[in-house]
């Protein structure tokens, strides 16, 4: 059994995994019986997903072993800032082409992380091997191996070719190659008794900076997030962190399960979408480090940033509640954001018609239920025919969504908001409830809805000379 298919079987397997937390040792044992295919509806293939774990790592150089076409993947509509280096926004590819399907393609790969090596000389670089390398039988992991000895730079493989699977298998795969080449190879200059890992926070539009001064006002230090602003050098010495919050469990699970088995880091599944869990995350994190170590009166100290912190995010708050009080939603997103932004919209008193469950856990539909009191709301996929039967018939007054999802909205001329990853706007922490609320009532009181939603010239009784 090949490398690859190990791997898999034992992400199939994964004890931590939402779904497989409910089996049985013998069903577990199993596996999943329908993994996604690549390019299913829930997402991309395994090598996309691999890049949009790692590639916010900021500092290293990510080079794509593949044709020139793997590179123009969709980890370029998402909206990941750095706060220095920005090497992750250069494409590298070794553009294989025809001869290297006859010849190979390792000599190529090995000349390309030289000359990445001579001409950026970054901290590390990151190898991801693509189908066709991985059909014609490249030893992608030979050569980085022989290049890290060669040049004394890691070289780490990413072993998630696009047949693997889906986007979100390929997350995990990503995951893998931290555990198995980066994290622990490297001692941070020094740690604290409140030092945290982030896991499956990704920086999209800097919504970690908006979170980051909560825990500085606390003394936490963010030892290393998971793989938002990241560098490689906090990522190999994230084992030395206390505790880790876990906020994307579909996407990294195997990341924060692995790391409290061998290095003894406990974490929890938490939200930054939302007053009520932004809070909630600030408790548990506090409560948390007491046990391992950190100061008794930390958890004193983050009721009274949480106080302070909601007062002010309600003060703001409170002119949008007269104008979005009894607004219907229709949420179409998925995962952490099924059930946090639900959270999140019903605090200012709008009402939720329906959200999506895709790519979400058992754990995300049981926070739904507990928030909205039923399951009646939920649904796993939604047509576009349904969904414009839905914001027609005016069951909704505003439809926040993924961009793809931006047309069906528009054309039932109805307000859209982006709430997915190619968003402008950040909308975690007690600020970003805020930015969240002024969106939506910027989207619901434009007055270009009343405007189209004039009959056209020709469906006047009066036709084309109507005044």
């Known amino acids: 059994m090949s490398a690859l298919k190990q791997r898999i079987d034992s992400l199939l397997i994964e004890p931590g995994c939402a779904t497989n937390q409910a089996k049985s040792d013998k069903a577990r044992k ?41 590179e123009g993947n969709s980890w370029d509509s998402r909206h990941v800032y750095s706060s220095g280096a920005q090497t992750y926004r250069t494409g590298f590819t070794t553009d294989m082409a025809e001869f290297d399907v006859i010849y190979g393609g390792e000599k190529r790969l ?10 950026v000389n970054p901290p590390a670089i990151f ?21 890290s000895a060669k040049f004394g730079t890691p070289v780490i493989p990413v072993n998630a070719p696009g047949f693997a699977g889906s986007k979100n298998l390929g ?5 893998e190659a931290l555990l198995d080449h980066v994290v622990g190879t490297l001692e941070p200059e020094y740690t604290t008794a409140c030092d945290i890992n982030l896991i499956g926070e990704y920086n999209v539009v800097g919504e970690l900076w908006q979170v980051k001064p909560l825990f500085d006002a606390l003394g936490i230090r963010v030892l290393a997030s998971f793989c938002g602003d990241a560098r490689y ?17 579909q996407a990294l699970i195997n990341i924060a399960r692995k790391m409290q088995e061998r290095y003894d880091i406990p974490f929890f599944e938490g939200s930054f979408y939302g007053i009520a869990d932004m809070s909630d995350c600030l408790r548990k994190i506090s409560a948390l480090l007491v046990t391992k170590g950190a100061p008794a009166d930390l958890p004193a100290r983050a009721e009274a940033l949480i106080a302070r912190e909601e007062a002010r995010a309600w003060a703001r708050l409170e002119k949008y509640r007269a104008r ?7 949420l179409f997103t998925g995962g952490v954001k099924s059930w946090s932004v639900v959270s999140a919209l019903q605090e200012v008193g709008m009402e939720i018609v329906g959200t999506s469950m895709r790519k979400s856990t058992q754990g995300d539909r049981a926070k739904v239920v507990e928030i909205m009191g039923t399951d009646a709301h939920m ?40 709430i997915n990853q190619e968003r402008h706007h950040a909308y975690t922490g007690y600020d970003g409830v805020v930015n969240l609320v002024a969106e939506i009532d910027k989207a619901l009181h434009n007055p270009i809805w009343s405007q189209v939603r004039q009959p056209a010239p020709w469906e006047q009784p009066e036709g084309w000379g109507a005044a």
């Open 233 to 249: 050098r906090d990522i190999a010495g994230s084992h030395r962190a206390k505790a880790a919050i876990m906020l994307c469990s």
């Open 379 to 418: 649904f796993d996929e939604l047509p576009p025919r349904e969904m414009y039967r839905m914001l027609k018939e005016s069951q909704a007054d505003v439809m926040l969504s993924g961009g793809r999802s931006q047309f069906v909205a528009l054309k039932a001329k109805t307000p859209w908001v982006e």
């Open 110 to 119: 090995y000349r390309a992380i030289k000359e990445i090596i001579d001409k």
């Open 127 to 147: 190898v991801y091997q693509t189908c066709l390398p991985a059909m014609i039988g490249d030893d992608v992991e030979g050569v980085c191996r022989a290049a």
């Open 171 to 175: 997350n995990k795969l990503g995951g």
């Open 324 to 330: 979005l009080a009894g607004k219907r939603v229709l």
């Open 30 to 70: 199993e596996g999943c019986k329908k993994p996604l295919t690549p390019g299913a509806a829930a997402g991309g293939c395994a090598f996309d997903g691999a890049k949009i774990a790692l590639q916010p790592v900021v500092d290293v150089a990510h080079l794509v072993h593949g044709p020139i076409a793997c």
